[in-house]
């Protein structure tokens, strides 16, 4: 039986927080309406969506690397990683990946990269709106503890709000060292 997973990520721009990637292999039998790229949907219908691929996918997973791997190894090697990631903890194993992007992890199985795939193809839409519904509830999650940055709105993301905080606080432990402002604001304190 041919399976086939849509591979996307989310958090590979922000200076804070890990980068997620998602692996999703949908039913044809049980459609899921309005799947699209996750950055052209709502927060609100993201959230709605995600519940609908968990229950009717036939298998998925959410996978991360941290942001200590993201400074360790670059964000491109980071994000490879956790595509990997959810790929090998999907419950049911795929036959073959497609991937959103124009590179793909090394994984164990076919894979194909599609430049716009989050918006063209249903499984790698799927992937991207559980790998951002994951992202960003992490990120609520820390701004409970570090609520000064504004992780809650912005999620990471190098906004004014952002950068102000990040000149005010200095970086915290989510943020990434690697990234050029996170890592002006080192230098700059040392």
Request: hydrophobic share 45%; net charge neutral; charged share 25%.
């Amino acid at each position: 039986m041919r399976l086939v997973c849509g591979v996307d990520e989310a958090g590979r721009g922000p200076l804070a927080g890990p980068v997620y990637a998602a692996a999703v292999i949908l039913d044809p039998d049980r459609p899921i309406a309005g799947l699209d790229d996750s950055k052209r949907l709502s927060e609100r219908k993201r959230e709605a969506l995600a519940p609908l691929i968990r229950e009717f996918a036939i298998s998925w997973s959410i996978a991360s690397a941290s942001v200590e791997e993201i400074d360790a190894i670059n964000i491109l090697q980071a994000t490879m990683l956790a595509m990997r990631r959810a790929v090998e903890a999907l419950p049911m194993a795929a036959t073959e990946a497609l991937i959103d992007g124009n590179r793909c992890p090394p994984l164990g199985i076919p894979a194909r990269a599609i430049i716009g795939g989050d918006a063209s193809e249903p499984a790698i839409s799927a992937a991207s709106i559980l790998a951002k519904t994951a992202r960003d509830a992490e990120m609520r999650r820390i701004h409970e503890a570090y609520p000064h940055y504004g992780l809650d709105r912005h999620k990471g993301y190098d906004t004014a709000f952002h950068r102000a905080a990040l000149e005010r606080h200095g970086p915290a432990p989510f943020h990434r060292r690697s990234f050029a402002p996170v890592r002006a604001l080192l230098e700059a304190s040392r």
